[in-house]
């Protein structure tokens, strides 16, 4: 059947299928196309991992080229900054402004599916409007959807941290645009959750969605949280992990492993023994 259609036939009905999308659902394609196509410009400027573009795939691929963690671990920072300045641009415009998934429920959009799986994460930190004066870390913020989703929902004060200096602009760009947030009470700044710039016990609590998992070791990144949270302080935590049911002898296992690591930025996947050993040995 489409073998039969023109291509002028075909370029009508994109059209219309855009159109549709536009008029009668909550998605913004025309919109976000125009703003994607208007950052590549200023983005490409800032690259934070190679001078270009073109730069930043070959690292990344070279970083990905062994089978080995070890030199991913070891160069985390490039990886990880190759892969946002490549992936943050196309993220916001395909995904939203909150890097992570969630699950849906019947009759449930999208949009909605994303704001509950951030307010449950702050339900459990015990957040709300009634601890206003609350400093609270988002530890890998992205470009800040989900902490300008939990301030507007609970009030409190949030630091976003992300090695990625683009994801840090764009992230302090959007908070300022919404009067009710401003970078006064949302703000992202530069760092790395390996050696965070705050002193000791700056935070009332913390979370990270979906971020740890960039990290070279995780007791090192678990223990740096701890130090930087009040005594009693409670940490948070979506995490990339692989079950029980993985088998490191099964290529098809191997493969999927891979796959997501490839197409997360990851070093390598803990296991959720792993991750929650490292929560002990932290403290």
């Known amino acids: 059947m489409l073998d039969s259609i023109s291509g002028t036939d075909a370029a009508c009905l994109t059209v219309f299928l855009i159109a549709a999308v536009q008029l009668v659902t909550p998605a913004n394609p025309i919109g976000s196309t125009v703003r994607l196509f208007r950052q590549f410009r200023s983005q490409e400027k800032g690259l934070t991992s190679a001078g270009n573009v073109d730069s930043g795939i070959e690292e990344y691929?070279?970083?990905?080229?062994?089978?080995?963690?070890?030199?991913?671990?070891?160069n985390y920072k490039s990886l990880v900054n190759s892969y946002y300045d490549l992936a943050t641009l196309f993220y916001e415009w395909g995904w939203g402004q909150s890097f992570h998934f969630a699950y849906r429920y019947p009759f449930e959009s999208f949009a909605e599916s994303i704001r509950r799986h951030e307010y449950y994460l702050a339900s459990k930190l015990g957040l709300s409007t009634e601890g206003k004066d609350l400093k609270v870390l988002?530890?890998?913020?992205?470009?800040?959807?989900?902490?300008?989703?939990?301030?507007?929902?609970?009030?409190?004060?949030?630091?976003?941290?992300?090695l990625n200096q683009y994801q840090v602009e764009r992230g302090n760009t959007l908070s300022n645009l919404d009067p009710q947030l401003t970078t006064t009470r949302c703000r992202s700044i530069q760092g790395d959750f390996m050696k965070m710039p705050f002193p000791p016990s700056s935070f009332d609590a913390a979370y990270a969605i979906e971020a740890t998992c960039h990290a070279p070791d995780r007791v090192g990144v678990y223990s740096e949280i701890l130090r930087v949270l009040k005594p009693g302080a409670i940490f948070a935590c979506y995490e990339w992990c692989m079950t029980e049911a993985y088998e490191e002898g099964r290529e098809e296992h191997r493969v999927m492993k891979k796959q997501i690591e490839e197409g997360d930025g990851l070093p390598d996947i803990c296991g959720t023994k792993v991750c929650l050993e490292a929560m002990r040995e932290a403290g």
């Open 61 to 74: 691929n070279r970083l990905h080229s062994s089978d080995s963690p070890e030199e991913r671990n070891k």
């Open 138 to 162: 988002d530890v890998g913020c992205g470009i800040g959807g989900p902490m300008r989703n939990i301030c507007r929902f609970t009030q409190t004060d949030i630091t976003g941290l992300t």
